[in-house]
């Protein structure tokens, strides 16, 4: 498929030409036709000018014709030939994203094929038909981008035969225009022999009339009528000039009335509403005083209810009783992140029964390349449905170059335990450890290591992360209070070179200078507001992006809530699309990946 060729508006301009010269002609026709009407000159050379003007009329009229259809043609044709070019550019574009896409998803299958060539003879059946499911997945995929493409191919040829027909349509109009005149080669010489005719005609009418010897003594009878018909004009004018002045006075006349009339309803009107606002104003002042009276009732009523509450023995039995079992509560969820020992780590294996799950693993290990910052934010969303609830699962990515380089993305809240009732789970105690204790354990107690703080740290070592290995740490939510935790109060155990937290109250975190951070905050997502700090001045290592929700591109609509992973992926493709150096802290960390392994642990 290759661009149509063609200039539309050198097509539009050529057509708009011939319209112009179409134009000229009618107006020549029509002088000619002014010439060739009757008059009171009679003549034979008079006569010849008339006949020699309506032949000549009737002549010219039919290029008229020929211009102005062809003209209409052309710019016809600029249109067709312009939507024309437009949809096979779209057509050839859509083929091409299609054709990049179907590579990709050849590539992907013939990497799942070998994979399952690979596989020993004893292996799991269910591994085998997981396998064989994601290939099937693969094929549909390339099934769908190769049907894209021939669509597009499909749309490219027929943007051809719309080119092809309007050209055919404009190459009729125009035949039919010219092979239906009179016109031939020759035609240009008929007219200028003609006009030559009308010229000559026009000097034997001179001849003829300069030698009238009547003309001058008609001439003078014509100045004596006009001189008469003068002093008429003059006394018509004189007697319509005092009609004009009685007609003024009486308008006056009626006018000053009118005046009056006008005067005296203004009067009227004003003080009626004058009286209106009176009575407004004592309206609103009477309900001015009744609701300052009610509200003075109301408060009355509150301050002695409080007066009552505070002066209750009980009242204060109840609020010492909530207090202390509050800090019973919270003492006893902190002494459980403490003495619970550190999460057994190991190598995340997906549950081949859980759809989303398996498709998350698999979509994290196709994942060969990290280039922006919505990248990063797409790997949260999988290492959160890889987990789920049930364990958590920290994705460990490895960067080319030298010395090695990590990106560890952390998972968000997943286990709600008592609180999952208000969410529609249940008081789940086990499972993952990126729970809610975990939550309020990081905010008010950043001393204390966590079972999730262990267990990240763990994983990290058997990944084989080295203390001056350059890391990138990557949270939503819960992860992102983590990222900013490790960072702030681990470095002295790892390189923690970077931070992209984002739905995560990190503002009064002291991350030190040499961690580059980046935190993205939703209008309305009230959990970054959790640390009850305002966002910190930009520095040179930490910028603080507070933006709208995004429109969600299914709905068309903005996301329903702002505290939502794919509604933060779309606000960072907005920002590096206003501006490409958002991220460039991260620059380091973005190339091919080498290496991707997921790690799991639970309570």
Do not use: C
Request: proline fraction near 5%; charged fraction near 20%.
């Amino acid at each position: 498929m290759h661009p149509l060729p063609g200039d539309p508006v050198v097509l539009r301009r050529t057509g708009q030409r011939y319209a112009e010269t179409a134009s000229a002609i009618r107006d020549a026709v029509a002088t000619l036709d002014r010439i060739a009407e009757p008059s009171a000159m009679v003549s034979l050379a008079i006569d010849r000018v008339r006949t020699d003007a309506a032949r000549l009329a009737g002549d010219i009229s039919a290029a008229e014709q020929r211009y102005g259809e062809t003209g209409d043609a052309l710019v016809d044709y600029a249109s067709a030939l312009e939507s024309a070019q437009d949809e096979a550019d779209r057509a050839i574009r859509d083929a091409q994203d299609a054709e990049g896409q179907s590579a990709t998803f050849e590539a992907r299958d013939r990497t799942l094929r070998s994979r399952l060539r690979a596989m020993p003879d004893d292996a799991a059946e269910a591994d085998i038909r997981a396998l064989q499911r994601s290939i099937t997945s693969v094929g549909a995929e390339l099934d769908r981008s190769d049907g894209a493409a021939e669509s597009a191919r499909q749309r490219w040829e027929e943007a051809v035969a719309a080119r092809d027909r309007a050209a055919r349509a404009a190459i009729e109009r125009i035949r039919g225009v010219v092979d239906g005149s009179d016109l031939n080669d020759s035609f240009w010489d008929d007219v200028k022999g003609t006009i030559g005719a009308v010229f000559d005609a026009i000097g034997d009418a001179i001849r003829v009339i300069a030698g009238a010897v009547v003309a001058a003594v008609m001439a003078i009878v014509e100045a004596v009528i006009v001189l008469i018909a003068a002093v008429l004009v003059v006394v018509a004018a004189i007697v319509l000039l005092g009609l004009a002045v009685v007609a003024a006075l009486i308008v006056a006349a009626i006018a000053i009335a009118a005046l009056l009339i006008v005067v005296v309803a203004a009067a009227l009107l004003a003080f009626v509403a004058i009286a209106l606002i009176a009575g407004l104003l004592l309206v609103t002042a009477a309900l001015v005083l009744l609701v300052a009276a009610a509200i003075g009732v109301i408060l009355a009523a509150v301050v002695g209810l409080a007066v009552l509450l505070l002066s209750s023995p009980l009242f204060w039995a109840l609020v010492l009783s909530a207090v202390g079992l509050l800090a019973v509560v919270l003492a006893w969820r902190v002494a459980i992140e403490i003495f619970a020992p550190t999460p057994e780590v190991g190598e995340f294996e997906p549950d081949p029964d859980s759809d989303a799950s398996l498709l998350a693993w698999e979509d994290a290990n196709a994942v060969d390349r990290v280039d922006s910052m919505d990248d990063l934010v797409a790997l949260e969303g999988l290492s959160d449905n890889m987990g789920g609830s049930e364990q958590t699962v920290v994705d460990i990515m490895r960067v080319e170059g030298t010395p090695p380089r990590y990106i560890v993305t952390l998972p968000s809240t997943q286990d709600w335990q008592v609180a999952g009732v208000f969410f529609g789970d249940d008081m789940n105690g086990d499972g993952a450890v990126n729970d809610l204790d975990t939550n309020i354990v990081l905010r008010l107690f950043p001393e204390v290591r966590t079972q999730y703080e262990r267990a990240v740290l763990e994983a990290m070592r058997q990944a084989g992360i080295q203390p001056t290995d350059p890391v990138l740490l990557v949270g939503f939510s819960q992860g992102g209070i983590m990222a900013g935790h490790l960072a702030a109060n681990r470095s002295d155990e790892f390189n923690f070179e970077g931070v992209l937290a984002y739905g995560a109250p990190i503002d009064d975190m002291p991350i030190p200078p040499k961690t580059e951070v980046v935190s993205m905050q939703h209008h309305g997502d009230v959990v970054h507001t959790l640390d009850l700090t305002p966002s910190p001045p930009d520095t040179d290592t930490w910028s603080t992006y507070s933006e709208p929700v995004p429109i969600d591109p299914e709905t068309g609509e903005p996301y329903p809530q702002a505290h939502n992973n794919a509604a933060y992926q779309r606000t960072a493709e907005r920002l590096l699309a206003e501006d490409g150096t958002v991220d460039d802290g991260f620059e380091q960390f973005y190339g091919d990946i080498v290496s991707n392994e997921q790690y799991a642990f639970k309570e």
